[in-house]
């Protein structure tokens, strides 16, 4: 029986959190964020930003998408004032949402401590409201999950990847909509997933994206392939890339979206992750925690984060489930870890087994269930500059 609970929203999406996201549009106002939440470490008050003082659409779109993500109740701006961000086109697409929402410009008013001090008011009140907010029943249905892996060895594609794929099934079989990424990872495997493909003008839309993704890691001069992936016991890209590949799953690909593109309907879709036109602002994710935001960004709920040589990272917004893949990693650090997928190597577990258990603990999370790294309170979060061009329409064909 699901008794699964949200929070509604004024757009019929429902959130399994009810956050209070304390947003800074530039660096300079990130330490006044920062103190502004610290209170409330602990208490579902998240701080997320932007730290650029030169404008980009993408960022824009990005917090637009995140400041309405349904698990998110109210939000916060802060503001040092003479940043390029457009603060007020920000604050009405959020007060749009039906969400309170208040900018306090550091500038305005009187520095640092008076902009704490307004700012931890309007919060401890925010806070108080969404606490006494009712849940509705909320369908599996009704959910976006992303994932993505990091950290990854020699048994990431073995266990923990198709684990996470075996759930997307599942999870696509009741009506969810699950999205992965990283086009970069999957150089080698466009043909595949172009098979897969609802119709022959999306999977030449998904060859064309990795195709991308190909050109731009070659002119940087450098693939997505850590050092600490070799000392894992991946031995080439493509190797890394059938391993990456496997947390999709079986299911038919439905569509092609880019960072802050919301999934219309259920079904399986790949992120592309990679900027179009000309190689600008260096490589397309510095880290995991950029590729988290942009899942969350497209209103993943959680994110599943399959590691094989470990990760301590969670998110601001939207619950991170740490899968891991390695079972020497997990016993060495099973506090941080969600899953024990490591154990489908050593013959304790086979890959439908913990595939449903990754089902069921996602659906925990609209239960009360937290994750490991939101009870050790990772909030890790990071937005850089992009640039990206729209949808074609054969991206999306059943929308």
Known sequence: MNDMRGYLRSDGRKGIRNTVAVAYLVECAHHVAREIALPWRENGVHVIGFPGCYPNGYAEKMMERLCTHPNVGAVLLISLGCESFNKYALERVVRASGRPVKTI???????????IK????????????LDEQETVPMAVGELVVGTVCGGSDGTSGITGNPAAGRAFDLLISEGAA?????TGELIGCEHIMAARAVTPELGEELEKSVAKAARYYATLGYGSFAAGNAEGGLSTIEEKSMGAYA???ASPISGLIKPGDIPPHGGLYLLDVVPD??????FPNINDNAEIAELIACGAHCVLFVTGRGSVVGSAISPVVKICANPETYRRMADDMDVDAGRILEGRAGLDEVGSEIRDLVISLAKGG?????????????????????LGPACLPAA
Do not use: D, M, N
Request: hydrophobic share 30%; charged share 35%.
């Open 105 to 115: 410009i550091i500038q305005g008013t009187g520095g640092t401590r008076s902009s």
């Open 178 to 182: 699950c999205i992965f990424e990283e």
């Open 118 to 129: 307004e700012g931890r008011a309007w919060v401890e009140a925010e806070r108080a409201r």
């Open 370 to 390: 937290r994750t490991k790294s939101e009870e050790l309170g990772h909030q890790e979060f990071i937005l850089t500059y992009k640039s990206f061009e729209p």
């Open 277 to 282: 036109g000309e190689v600008r602002f260096g």
């Open 247 to 249: 947390k999709s799953g």
